[in-house]
């Protein structure tokens, strides 16, 4: 493998499918030669929501990491880990499975809901499919600059980075979601 794509973002080449990564900003949070892990930014599910009961009633909205066990539950979080179990993904933000401890980081006031997102499922790639996909321009790597990863991101994100990429890409940016109507 000549390259990582750890810490870049993927951002979907526009097609007639509609499948989850239509549309979608992929943060690359692993990638060797044993294949690729990252979670979609951009796929707020709105028919899901975690709900956590202690003293009050803490809801946040989940997002679809990816196509892959979505019964698994990822958080990223800013700030200083409240976990022994984590994964840095760069100097101001972190990957955890260990829910129990952010919760408990969110009740003693350790964090906020702002610091985290939620994630159900994620995407992931066999040895050499990603740069395959890459190859066949299915995805556009770019750098994640000073993206905030906890934002409540949709749609427009995509769109955003698109036209910031300018060239070509401006073209995308503001093609109809289904291309076959343009």
């Known amino acids: 493998m ?3 794509y750890k810490g870049k973002i993927l951002i979907s080449t526009p097609d007639i499918s509609g499948d989850i990564f239509s549309r979608s900003v992929v943060l690359i949070i692993d990638h060797n030669e044993d294949g690729a892990f990252g979670l979609i930014l951009n796929r707020k599910n709105p028919d899901i929501s975690l709900q956590i009961e202690q003293t009050t009633l803490l809801k946040t909205d989940i997002y679809e990491g990816g196509p892959v066990e979505n019964q698994k539950i990822f958080v990223i979080a800013k700030g200083k880990p409240v976990s022994d179990f984590y994964m840095e ?4 933000y972190y990957i955890t499975e260990d829910l129990q401890s952010v919760i408990t980081a969110l009740m003693e006031n350790r964090i906020t809901d702002q610091d985290i997102k939620v994630f159900s499922g994620y995407s992931g790639w066999a040895a050499h499919q990603l740069e395959s ?9 770019a750098d994640a600059y ?3 990863y906890t934002l409540p991101n ?5 769109k955003k980075i698109m036209q910031n990429l300018g060239g070509e890409f401006l073209l995308w940016a503001n093609a109809p979601k289904d291309i076959s109507m343009n």
């Not at 993904?89 to 101001?92: K, N």
């Not at 949709?154 to 995509?158: G, V």
């Open 2 to 4: 000549n390259s990582s």
């Open 89 to 92: 993904i760069s100097d101001d």
């Open 133 to 141: 996909e890459i190859e066949r321009k299915m995805w556009t790597v």
């Open 146 to 148: 000073h993206l905030d």
């Open 154 to 158: 949709d749609q427009s994100l995509w």
